[in-house]
C-alpha cells in the first residue's frame, strides 16, 4: 500500500538554528512529492514540489528539499529558521493521474528564542 | 496563481441536518476536483476524488450515501454532509487539479462543527 512516513512528530528548534524533517515513502514507482505549511486552524500552503529532474528543489520562505531515491526519501531543510516557522509540516506523495494526495501525520515544529 | 475558494470557511449545524460546502476553481478548469478531512491534531486523509460529469470515487471507509459529492462543472464540486453527527465535526479541504496538470491548488478548508 501506499504511504508516507514522517517519522518525528514533534521538533523543538533554537531560532536561527538549521532544521532537517524527515520524510520517507512507500509506493510503486517514484510519486510526486511534496511539502506543505499548516498554521493553527488554517489551510495548506505550499512549500516546494519534486516531479522529476533536478533531485534538490528550492522552495518558498528558504526551505529546500532534496529527493533521495535510494533511501525512498524527501527531506524538507532550512538552514536557519525563524520564529515564524513554528506551524505544522505535512510531507505528501502522489501517483499521478487522477490520485490524490497522501499524507503523512505531520511534524509539528517548535521554535525555542 | 490558480486559486480555489472553499466555502463557507465555518459552519455549525445541529445534528441530524445536512451541510453543503462548495469548492470553486476561480481562475482555471478542474476536472478533477479531492476532498480531504482532517480530525484535530491529526493528518489529512482522502475522501474521494471528484470528476467533471461522472460519480466520485471513494476511499475504503467512506460512505458515500453519508458524503454526498457533486462536481456538475469544470469549476465547482460540491460536498453535502447528510445527517451530521458530533462525530462528523472536523476539518473538511477541498483540492483541484488544473485540467491536463499535475499539481492540485488547496481551499482553505472548512471547519464544521455539528452540536
Known amino acids: 500500500a501506499q504511504s508516507v512516513t514522517q517519522p518525528d512528530i514533534h521538533i523543538t528548534v533554537s531560532e536561527g538554528a538549521s532544521l532537517e524533517l524527515r520524510c520517507n515513502y512507500s509506493?510503486?514507482?517514484?510519486?510526486?512529492l511534496f511539502w506543505y505549511v499548516q498554521s493553527p486552524g488554517q489551510g495548506l500552503q505550499l512549500l516546494l514540489k519534486y516531479f522529476s529532474g533536478d533531485t534538490l528543489v528550492q522552495g518558498i520562505k528558504g526551505f529546500e528539499a532534496e529527493f533521495k531515491r535510494s533511501q525512498s526519501s524527501f527531506n524538507l531543510r532550512k538552514p536557519s529558521v525563524h520564529w515564524s516557522d513554528a506551524a505544522e509540516y505535512f510531507c505528501?506523495?502522489?501517483?499521478?493521474?487522477?490520485?490524490?494526495?497522501?499524507f503523512g501525520k505531520g511534524t509539528h515544529l517548535i521554535i525555542q528564542p | 496563481g490558480a486559486v480555489v475558494s472553499q466555502h463557507p470557511s465555518r459552519v455549525i449545524c445541529k445534528s441530524g441536518t445536512s451541510v453543503k460546502i462548495e469548492c470553486r476553481s476561480l481562475d482555471f478548469q478542474a476536472t478533477t476536483m479531492f476532498w480531504y478531512r482532517q480530525f484535530p491534531k491529526q493528518s489529512l486523509m482522502l475522501m474521494a476524488t471528484s470528476n467533471e460529469g461522472s460519480k466520485a470515487t471513494y476511499e475504503q471507509g467512506v460512505e458515500k450515501d453519508k458524503f454526498l459529492i457533486n462536481h456538475a462543472s469544470l469549476t465547482l464540486s460540491t460536498l453535502t454532509v447528510t445527517s451530521a453527527h458530533p462525530e462528523d465535526s472536523s476539518f473538511y479541504i477541498c483540492?483541484?487539479?488544473?485540467?491536463?496538470?499535475?499539481?492540485?491548488?488547496f481551499g482553505q478548508g472548512t471547519r464544521l462543527t455539528v452540536v
Open positions: 505528501a506523495a502522489s501517483g499521478g493521474g487522477a490520485d490524490g494526495l497522501t
Open positions: 483540492s483541484a487539479r488544473v485540467t491536463g496538470g499535475i499539481r492540485a491548488f
Open positions: 509506493y510503486g514507482a517514484t510519486p510526486y
